[in-house]
């Protein structure tokens, strides 16, 4: 399982990549592993302005579906597209290619909420078992 | 929570676990579209011994048999096996279950795990004179499925297991353990299951996963085995089957006999029949993305016309199908309906059943 050391991480399994008030997001090596072969994605549009903790996606595997929820709040500002032709990106390259959105926060004092690697590799060792 | 006696092998393999109707089974090994393919291009391993194992015996089995099934138990010579229902005096479905005769004296049923209770106890009140033995506690079941299962059985039977026909039986050593080899599966694949005392099962297992490794035999947990059985058509009880949903409406009309003259269900199917049905289970796959699911809302011209009882995303087809029932005139091939999939309409078409037909390679 990895934990990049660069990512900030959320409760619900989405990791962020930071860049001043722009925020890339994706799911995280645990959430593609616990969901299982990965083969539907429903992403949001760019303008949709998305609310942490709230539901602004889902990723279906062949057994379970699953909400992404926005770690931050924020406007989408890009989707990756490949990911609704591809989805199985996301059971293979969770942390680059298989980023799910772009997203300018509205409210950066959010950030200080999220875990740092070393934090969710302990906070997934105690939800995993 | 029950536990196979497959659990620790389960373990070494790394399967995931879920609870099944108050079984802890593997849900998955090396991933549910790996290991489906691996049944459709090679070969796959399943333990069901979670199923209930039921025994009519005595004078009076053929003819318990009879009155307590569907399907004809009088076309069976021993050593074959039918699909058949259990039904209620008003048609609808107690269970959908697997009779094997092993002699005019012994008859062999096997149930789903969720109804094996409540069967055993149907089942023994409308025996007759049959003596019903619950087998299920002493049983494992294991399934060899896919192209490659009777070779990679073949190697370890001390019996010519390849010239069994389909729904055949017999009783053979299988790495010197006493097994009741069944030509049958819910896989729409050739294959095998495998009833074996729970003592010698891990051994079975083992010998099995050695002798097919070079074929490429898996592991398969239960969540390939939904995907197979949804692309063959084959309906699983609880989702496309209940205790209110008749075969006539289940399209499983094959399996029931209305020409044996006693049956429970028959006077109410006859009328069913006569009536004509209300609504009939029907295949559809998604024309645009998205997944349908159990209890999703199925819309015709702007109407909720039913309910999905099964859909998931089918890893040979590559797109998304599912069962639902629909009023008749919205089940032909070709009719075009929509699936709620939470609040957003996806277009999708009714297509023959099954999805997924294997290619039969010729002599088997």
């Known amino acids: 399982m990895e934990f990049p050391e660069d990512l900030k991480y959320s409760k619900e399994h989405e990791w962020v990549l930071l860049d001043g008030d722009l925020a890339t997001i994706g799911i995280t090596d645990f959430a593609q592993d616990q969901l299982g072969d990965i083969v539907f994605v429903e992403l949001p549009s760019v303008g949709d302005k998305v609310a942490k903790d709230e539901a602004f996606g889902v990723v279906e595997s062949v057994k379970a579906v699953s909400d992404i929820y926005a770690p931050l709040s924020g406007t989408v500002v890009e989707v990756n597209d490949d990911l609704p032709d591809s989805p199985e990106m996301l059971n293979e390259d969770c942390y680059s290619d298989a980023w799910i959105v772009k997203i300018r926060l509205s409210d950066q004092a959010e950030i200080a909420a999220l875990m740092n690697a070393a934090a969710y590799e302990k906070f997934t060792a105690e939800e995993g078992e | ?364």
């Open chain 2, 1 to 364: 929570m029950n536990r196979t006696p497959l659990f620790a092998q389960h373990q070494q393999r790394g399967a995931r676990f879920v609870d099944f109707g108050g079984w802890e089974m593997p849900v998955q090994y090396s991933g549910i579209i790996a290991e489906h393919t691996a049944v459709r291009t090679a070969a796959g391993l399943f333990d069901v011994s979670h199923m209930g194992e039921i025994e009519l015996r005595g004078p009076g089995a053929l003819a318990a048999a009879q009155e307590l099934t569907a399907n004809d138990v009088g076309r069976l010579a021993d050593g074959q096996a039918q699909y058949s229902l259990l039904l209620l005096p008003s048609g609808g479905i107690v269970d959908d279950i697997m009779v094997y005769r092993l002699s005019a004296e012994r008859l062999l049923l096997c149930v789903n795990a969720g109804n094996a209770e409540k069967d055993l106890a149907w089942i023994r009140d409308h025996a007759g004179t049959a003596e019903v033995v619950d087998r299920s506690a002493e049983t494992a079941l294991l399934a060899l499925q896919g192209p490659r299962a009777t070779a990679i059985l073949a190697r370890l039977a001390a019996a010519d297991v390849a010239s069994l026909a389909r729904f055949a039986c017999a009783e053979v050593e299988v790495a010197g353990k006493p097994v009741l080899a069944a030509r049958t599966g819910y896989t729409g694949e050739d294959g095998w299951e495998l009833y074996a005392g729970n003592a010698d099962a891990a051994p079975l297992w083992d010998a099995l996963l050695d002798a097919g490794a070079g074929d490429g035999l898996a592991p398969v947990g239960l969540g390939a085995r939904d995907t197979l059985r949804l692309e063959a058509a084959l309906p699983l009880y609880g989702n496309d089957l209940d205790e209110t949903t008749t075969p006539l409406e289940a399209r499983l009309g094959w399996v029931v006999r209305l020409d044996k003259p006693s049956f429970i269900g028959r006077a109410a199917l006859l009328a069913q029949r006569a009536a004509g049905v209300t609504r009939k289970l029907c295949g559809f796959a998604l024309d645009e993305r998205g997944i349908a699911r159990h209890d999703h809302a199925i819309v015709h011209d702007g109407s909720e016309v039913g309910r999905v009882t099964s859909g998931s995303q089918s890893p040979t087809l590559g797109k998304a199908i599912g069962l639902g029932y629909v009023p008749p005139h919205c089940a032909d091939v070709g009719t075009e309906l929509e699936i709620d999939i939470r609040g957003r309409r996806v277009r999708a078409t009714v297509t023959p059943l099954p999805f997924y037909r294997r290619i039969q390679a010729g002599g088997s």
